[in-house]
């Protein structure tokens, strides 16, 4: 996970290329299980760029998310993207379509633009990740505004047979960034969101607990998110996401 540090730069970046949070999942209903005070200066840029992250939540889950074997070679050759066996930063093993047999997803990250050194402008070909599967068959999944980050093999938590995935972004920005949890339809041959993106303070991520779980509510994933009150208060606990899949 890379957090960058919190400057004027760093405000201009988290004001202008922040990706969405989980603004949905702010019910103060929430059983709080952790409470931390944040600087005022990430709480005031929350508030300034809250009317945008609305906006591009709205759109969120309704992105392309998936590529084809042959679309992805396609990029692959024009922004000379590495394969990914040469660059593993990230890898995690399961069965993730359903056929009974473990692949291997791989992350390939952006390619850096070494020239430009613009920084709304520093990937070549969009700053997307990209997990592949060892299973040419598989579709490649398009993780959007994402820099790299980490991916974890959370288990089969919508019961279709196959695995999901949780992926946490790095990202432009300071403590705040919002997980997302895919799952591969075998039936379609697609990748989606199984709930929406899930709203997270950076120190959270540091306690050995499972962010995801089943619910005792059908129809729903047991998600860890934060939210942050007006005195700056952070609020993290376990709330129910409706499984969108």
């Known amino acids: ?27 103060n209903n929430n059983s709080t299980i952790g409470v931390q005070t944040i600087d005022s200066v990430a709480i005031d840029s929350n508030r ?15 992105r392309n ?13 024009t ?30 990250p952006p390619v850096e633009d070494t020239v430009t050194k613009d920084a709304f402008q520093e990937c070549i070909g969009g700053c997307n990740s990209y997990l592949v599967s060892s299973e040419s068959t598989m579709m490649i999944l398009k993780v959007h505004s994402n820099l790299g980050g980490e991916i974890k093999n959370i288990g089969d938590l919508d019961g279709d047979g196959g695995d999901d995935i949780m992926v946490y972004p790095s990202w432009w920005q300071s403590n705040w ?40 509510q059908h129809g729903f994933i047991s998600a860890y998110n934060s939210i942050a009150d007006i005195d700056g208060n952070v609020n993290s606990g376990y709330k129910d996401f409706k499984i969108i899949k």
């Open 1 to 27: 996970m890379k957090i960058a540090l919190v400057n004027i730069t760093g405000l201009l970046i988290l004001f202008f290329a922040i990706p969405a949070c989980n603004n949905s999942g702010t019910d």
């Open 48 to 62: 300034l760029t809250t009317s945008i992250q609305q906006q591009e939540e709205e759109d969120y889950t309704k």
């Open 65 to 77: 998310i998936n590529l084809s074997v042959p679309e992805w070679r396609a990029f692959q050759q």
């Open 79 to 108: 922004y000379h993207m590495v394969n990914p066996s040469e660059k593993m930063n990230e890898k995690i093993t399961g069965d993730f379509n359903s056929d009974g047999k473990s692949e291997i997803i791989f992350m390939v």
């Open 177 to 216: 960034n919002s997980y997302r949890i895919y799952s591969y339809n075998h039936q379609t041959n697609q990748w989606s969101y199984l709930i929406e993106p899930v709203s997270i303070f950076a120190n959270e991520l540091e306690k050995k607990i499972s962010f995801v779980k089943k619910s005792q």
